[in-house]
């Protein structure tokens, strides 16, 4: 089990461009596929990742991995998580000032950003369409608090320019005011 959750999340950690709002696409599916949890329980993780501090991803990684086999099962899968972008990182920082100004290897760069923004786009409708539950015919309290919450955020950075900190506690204040 450890052995596993190392190896998926070390490929996770091998495609992690974007960062960890890009990976939660590819993080659900190895979840799935591995059965370490259901849906619901896959959402809960998330959203309490993202309201830690570090990397979505990270986060993400580890609470999986205690999930599925506790402490040790943390450590791996942040390990395998990690690993990849410190090995990236010392690779990158050797040669990057030699390749810094191939006309390549910037233009791969811009072919990846739509990709990142294909992803962040799915991770966003995905939690925010299973936060309103399943589509009935009905529109449930439930449904226009989530609704109200997000474009309640939304506003706050957009317009107010509020510090994400304090709409991130808005958020979970109004959360409890909402679904209690």
Known sequence: ??????????????????????MMPVIQHEVERHQWLTSDDFNNVISLAGTGPGPIATNSATLIGFHTAGVPGAIAATLGMVLPSLILIILLAAFLYKWHANKWFKSSFYGLKPVVTGFIIFAAIHFGWSGLGPVKYQISWDQIATV?????????????????????????????????
């Open 1 to 22: 089990m450890l052995l596993s959750l190392f190896i998926t999340f070390f490929k996770i950690g091998m495609i992690s461009f974007g960062g960890g709002y890009a």
């Open 148 to 180: 109200l919450i997000a474009v309640g955020a939304f506003l706050a950075i957009i317009k107010y320019k509020l510090h994400p900190f304090m709409v991130i506690v808005f958020a979970g204040v109004m959360g409890i005011v909402f679904f209690q």
